[in-house]
C-alpha cells in the first residue's frame, strides 16, 4: 500500500501562493490521486483530482485558482495555489484511489493560512 506525506504550507497574504507536494513510498503512475481539506469546524472536502494521465476535476470553489499536477517519474503530485483568500485557510490532505476506493489512511497533512 502506498503512503503519502504532505508539506510545503505556511502563512501567506491574501492573493498570494504556495505551492504544496504530496511525497508517495512507492510508484503513483497507476493511481487518480487526490488533494482534499478540512478547514476549522468543517467536513473535509475534496479539491480535486488528477488522472494517471494527468487529467484534472476540481471543485468550484477553487476552480482557477489552484492547479493539481504530478510527476510519476519523483512519486510525487502537487498543488499550486494562488489567489489565496482566507477562506482557504485549511489542513490540506492528499489521498490516493487504490483497491476501488480512497485510502482510509490519512496523513498528517499540511496546515495553510491565508492571513494579513
Known amino acids: 500500500q502506498v503512503h503519502l506525506v504532505e508539506s510545503g504550507g505556511g502563512l501567506v497574504q491574501p492573493g498570494g501562493s504556495l505551492r504544496l507536494s504530496c511525497a508517495a513510498s512507492?510508484?503513483?503512475?497507476?493511481?487518480?490521486l487526490g488533494w482534499y481539506r478540512q478547514a476549522p469546524g468543517k467536513q473535509r472536502e475534496l479539491v480535486g483530482v488528477?488522472?494517471?494521465?494527468?487529467?484534472?476535476n476540481y471543485a468550484d470553489l477553487v476552480k482557477g485558482r489552484f492547479t493539481i499536477s504530478r510527476d510519476n517519474a519523483k512519486n510525487t503530485m502537487y498543488l499550486q495555489l494562488n489567489s489565496l483568500n482566507p477562506e482557504d485557510t485549511a489542513v490540506y490532505y492528499c489521498n490516493i484511489f487504490q483497491g476501488g476506493t480512497w485510502s482510509s489512511s490519512w496523513g498528517q497533512g499540511t496546515q495553510v493560512t491565508v492571513s494579513s
Open positions: 512507492g510508484s503513483i503512475s497507476s493511481f487518480l
Open positions: 488528477i488522472g494517471r494521465a494527468g487529467s484534472t
